[in-house]
């Protein structure tokens, strides 16, 4: 029996010290806390232990706003921005002519109007930007073009989107161009009108849409020396289109192929030509490209395209075009933004026995933000027009800054350099123009 006597009185032992020490733990009774007491008791006591503190997750940091930036005006489901640029031009080639060059000095109006909606869902917003430019000398050269573009997202379901687009474009084509005579009093006014309706469905890593849209492109009369006119209601057509687009690549993902395939017919409202050819054709065009979406870094579409063009008219070949489209932004730093942008296409010619022109464009724009109120911004841009009859290139390029004097108030200069090379003789023209502006916005 004594061989059990030291474990019994170890167990023993333990027991006397956790009950102490559970004793010990234990909030000592409201009596001890009686008034009656003058001090408590030296018991000690273990303090209980509080309640976790809530645990507080910090909000997401909000994008730092630009103290510059335009407030813009109205408190309802719209906001607008209102600008207007006032301010000099001087050319050293006012008509752009090739043999006759002419300096002049004009004044400049630009206006533009913005908005954007403020809805927890769908999103519309749009502008439009009219500039005039008057010259003193030759008032016949003065220029009057704008812009016009909205764009509505309406959301249907969670995976269902519909977006809707319009834009109007007012420009402007001077001697310079090839399709312009060189006798001309005045440039030519080219207007086209766009509207187009998608529907896109998200499938799960697979996006559809489906696409239908209406252009119409037209081209004013020019006056000619002499008392002459040119007649251009033959190069005016409507041009319907449908296209189909399939994107792969679920929600988030930084990159994601694209097929676009689409059906364009083109109906001029002449039957027949200057030249007594039927312009009527049926067009369509394949592209293959990549959706970038890496943040703040990159972000734009770059595609393969593939177009083609038959004519209604025997003597027009079917024309053909292959080049890359798209846009795409780099921003290395939030000072710098870079903008690369391409595009091919197929144009009219109101040449006789030639189908259509063949364009190519390319350009590069950087802004970069040297202080807070002052930016810097730089471009160059070329392309090249194909007609078989001839070859034509043209190269752009430009330097300008921006100084904010408020955010209602800004400095601008622009000093833009242009130069046309053609492979028909005596067309070949450059111009050198300075653009100086006070902006005013809210």
Avoid at 219 to 228: P, Q, S, W
Wanted: hydrophobic share 35%; aromatic share 8%.
């Amino acid at each position: 029996m004594g061989q059990f006597r030291v474990p019994v009185s170890v167990s023993c032992v333990a027991l006397f010290c956790s009950v102490t020490s559970a004793a010990l733990a234990q909030e000592p009774p409201d009596l001890l806390k009686s008034p009656i007491f003058d001090e408590a008791p030296s018991v000690p006591v273990v303090a209980k232990p509080q309640d976790p503190e809530p645990i507080v997750v910090p909000r997401k940091r909000k994008p730092q706003t630009d103290p510059y930036a335009a407030q813009g005006v109205g408190d309802g489901p719209f906001r607008f921005y209102p600008t207007i640029e006032i301010g000099s031009v001087v050319t050293d080639n006012v008509s752009n002519s090739p043999t006759i060059r002419q300096t002049d000095v004009g004044f400049r109006i630009k206006p533009t109007l913005a908005f954007q909606s403020d809805w927890s869902r769908h999103q519309w917003r749009g502008s439009a930007t009219g500039e005039w430019m008057n010259y003193d000398s030759t008032p016949s050269q003065s220029t009057l073009t704008g812009t016009a573009q909205s764009n509505f997202r309406l959301d249907i379901l969670r995976h269902t989107h519909a977006d809707f687009a319009a834009s109007f474009t007012a420009n402007q084509s001077g001697i310079g161009n090839p399709e312009v005579p060189g006798n001309a009093v005045s440039p030519r006014r080219d207007y086209s009108t766009a509207a187009s309706a998608a529907i896109s469905q998200d499938f799960g890593g697979l996006e559809g849409q489906l696409r239908a849209g209406l252009i119409r492109n037209s081209f004013d009369n020019v006056a000619l020396t002499g008392g002459g006119t040119e007649i251009n209601t033959d190069r005016n057509y409507w041009q319907p289109t449908l296209a189909l687009r399939g994107t792969y690549g679920r929600f988030g993902a930084r990159l994601k192929p694209f097929a676009e395939i689409s059906y364009d017919p083109r109906f001029h409202e002449q039957t027949v030509d200057r030249n007594g050819q039927r312009r009527n054709s049926q067009g369509g065009a394949l592209a293959l490209g990549l959706l970038v979406d890496s943040g703040p870094i990159w972000k734009g579409d770059i595609s393969a395209n593939f177009i083609a063009r038959s004519f209604d008219d025997p003597a027009l070949k079917t024309a053909t075009a292959l080049g890359l489209s798209g846009n795409i932004t780099w921003s290395p730093t939030p000072l710098w933004n870079i903008v690369a942008s391409t595009g091919v296409s197929l144009g009219e010619s109101e040449q006789a026995n030639v189908s259509a022109t063949q364009n190519w464009n390319v350009g590069l724009q950087a802004n970069y933000a040297l202080r807070d109120n002052v930016n810097l911004r730089s471009g160059i841009s070329a392309s090249i027009a194909n007609s078989n009859s001839s070859l034509d290139t043209t190269t752009a390029a430009s330097l300008g800054a921006d100084w904010q004097l408020n955010p209602n108030m800004a400095i601008s200069g622009t000093v833009q350099s242009t130069w046309f090379g053609s492979s028909t003789p005596n067309t070949n023209y450059d111009e050198q123009r300075v653009i100086t502006s006070l902006v005013f916005r809210r």
